[in-house]
């Protein structure tokens, strides 16, 4: 995946089957899908892959427990499913893990079991593993760190978990050796239209400031939280659809969960369930929901989301972390479905909605990592169908191995590898995303930037003031992650 390999393709080929904007987990999805059906596919993402949201989430893989209180069976099976085929197509990127759920009354085993049992079902043949049910003694052996007070007792079920900025990276070059052509750093800055219907787009490479007229049989809007700014190019009077919902999380030490086993708070005081779960050697904690207005790639977590989760840890974990124990902290905006909007955006479910404007814009909103290949292939299929039904070809991604890269363990390997293979301009790229350094401890990373720049200078052809310049972008942008 060589960037100067990319930039030729982009300027070389007069039309496209198919033009998709926004590198995050859907539109990388959509481009392998394409790709690997037999269209001419080129991706363009104004940031670097997956910057905003999709590198920013709880790392899982699942159905989505919490929806069996809400009755939804269907979007659980159907992430359940989505779960399984992942699973066998990228295991090397994939892992069980194993989820503890207290019990803390008598009367919450046989409803916990029940929906054990339903879970276990709704996966059917590509279920992880059973659950298993727990008495007060091996709930404390599965998970030492638990708090004990009051416990009665647990199970034990099944998810899938993964480093979500890593498994970008390898959709991404999948959809590569498939031939499709993936472009970041490269921003539309307006839809082209003859007729009345889409039929392109203007696009500025940023790195050299390149200006492309990029023409395009279908286009498909998969930009996530800035859906509705995509969505107004096309129509100014266009309504907005989306409710932007941030999720926060932080990262302690692994000391405050000594086993391999996650442990669930099932009772928050916003109705949802939080996670502490083991991951790159270092304990996830989150996630929150608050409503935001605006989209953002970079937000921060508030001190109040902060506290929610410190506190909520506390109820379960002894030693439990403190403020001043917290690594890192990393917050996502969602892109929510405004027509599934209901009290609280704990409630919103993440069904995915697809919409074709009378220009022809097919715009892909909602959904979750998880079912992010069943929504490329349902948004590919009813693009086709409607905007170019005598070139319909068939879904290949339910049994579609993903690639795997090279593991490199020294620095100079490792930033070789992030610029010439995976198209990293920036420190944050390799700091925040080609590694998950940032993520993990921002010391760390803030320690490592030099020398990453240093690196990555002769590779990009840059000079020292590039360097400096570039030790600064990073030094305010690593400030998000800070406490």
Not at 190 to 205: P, R, Y
Not at 222 to 238: N, Q
Not at 293 to 306: D, Q, W
Not at 454 to 461: D, S, V
Request: aromatic share 8%.
């Amino acid at each position: 995946m060589k960037r100067s390999e990319m930039l030729k393709s982009v300027a070389d080929t007069p039309e496209w089957d198919l033009i998709i904007i926004g590198g995050g987990a859907t539109g990388l999805w959509c481009a392998l899908d394409g790709a690997s059906r037999g269209y001419k596919t080129l991706l363009l993402e104004k940031g670097d892959f997956v910057e905003g949201t999709s590198s920013r989430s709880t790392k899982l893989f699942h159905g989505g427990l919490r929806y069996l209180k809400q009755g939804r069976l269907g979007l659980i099976h159907e992430g359940l499913i989505e779960r399984g085929y992942l699973a066998k197509n990228a295991p090397h990127l994939f892992t069980s893990r194993p989820f503890f759920l207290p019990f803390y009354s008598a009367l919450d085993k046989p409803y916990y079991k029940l929906g054990m049992l339903l879970y276990d079902f709704l996966a059917g043949k590509l279920v992880l593993q059973k659950h298993r049910l727990l008495n007060r003694a091996d709930s404390i052996a599965e998970c030492p760190t638990l708090r004990s007070e009051g416990l009665k007792g647990g199970a034990v079920y099944y998810d899938g978990q993964f480093d979500d900025a890593r498994f970008a990276i390898e959709l991404a070059k999948t959809a590569a050796n498939y031939g499709a052509t993936l472009l970041n750093y490269c921003k539309v800055e307006e839809l082209v239209k003859t007729s009345g219907k889409v039929s392109g787009v203007i696009a500025t490479e940023l790195d050299t400031n390149t200006p492309f007229n990029i023409r395009g049989k279908v286009i498909i809007n998969a930009t996530g939280i800035f859906s509705d700014e995509l969505r107004k190019l096309d129509d100014r009077a266009t309504p907005p659809i989306m409710v932007l919902s941030r999720g926060s999380h932080i990262i302690v030490d692994k000391k405050f969960l000594s086993s391999q086993t996650a442990l669930i708070v099932p009772k928050t005081g916003d109705k949802r369930v939080i996670f502490v779960i083991p991951w790159q050697e270092k304990v996830l904690i989150g996630t929150t929901e608050a409503v935001v207005c605006e989209p953002s790639n970079n937000p921060k977590p508030s001190e109040e989301e902060i506290s929610f989760l410190l506190e909520h840890a506390k109820l379960i974990l002894t030693p439990y972390p403190k403020k001043e124990d917290i690594l890192s902290s990393f917050a996502g905006i969602r892109p929510l479905v405004k027509s599934s909007h209901n009290k609280s955006s704990s409630k919103l479910s993440r069904n995915h909605e697809i919409l074709i404007s009378e220009s022809g814009l097919v715009t892909i909103v909602g959904g979750k990592w998880t079912t992010g290949r069943k929504m490329a292939e349902d948004t590919l299929n009813r693009a086709f169908k409607k905007l170019l039904p005598c070139k319909t070809l068939p879904c290949k991604t339910k049994s579609l191995p993903l690639h795997k890269s090279p593991s490199f363990f020294s620095l100079p390997e490792i930033v070789h590898l992030a610029v010439e293979e995976e198209m990293a301009l920036t420190a944050a790229d390799i700091l925040a995303r080609r590694t998950r350094t940032l993520f993990l401890d921002i010391k760390q990373a803030l320690a490592l930037a030099p020398e990453v720049i240093r690196l990555m200078a002769p590779l990009l052809k840059k000079n020292s003031l590039w360097e400096a310049e570039e030790l600064d972008k990073f030094n305010e942008y690593a400030k998000s992650y800070c406490v």
